[in-house]
Structures are given as C-alpha cells and as structure tokens.
C-alpha cells in the first residue's frame, strides 16, 4: 500500500475525495486531500471496505 500524509490547520478546509483508478487487477482504491500536494492513501480495491461495511 502506498501512502503519503498531510497535517496543516493553519491553511484552511481540506477537501477529501474517494475515486477508484486503474483497470482490471491494477484497480486502486484512493483517499486524498485535493488541497494538498502528496496528501493520499490507497490500496487494492479488494482489500477497499464496502459502502455498507462503513456505515
């Protein structure tokens, strides 16, 4: 899995995303702040919860 993290409260709001990249056995599941540069997580959509599992 890679991962990369961000923490600065001193800029404002952060704005999180989910989207699924890559096709077949490379689909990635990613989790990322569009407000800030190498600020994601992700990993294989198998090992990814479902929306039902999450809530």
Request: glycine content about 10%.
């Amino acid at each position: 899995m890679s991962t990369a993290g961000y923490s600065d409260t001193s800029h404002g709001a952060s704005e999180i995303v989910g989207s699924v990249d890559g096709e077949g056995e490379d689909e990635r599941f990613v989790i990322a702040d569009i407000t800030a540069d190498g600020a994601w997580i992700s990993m294989s959509v198998d090992d990814a919860p479902s929306l039902p599992s999450s809530r």
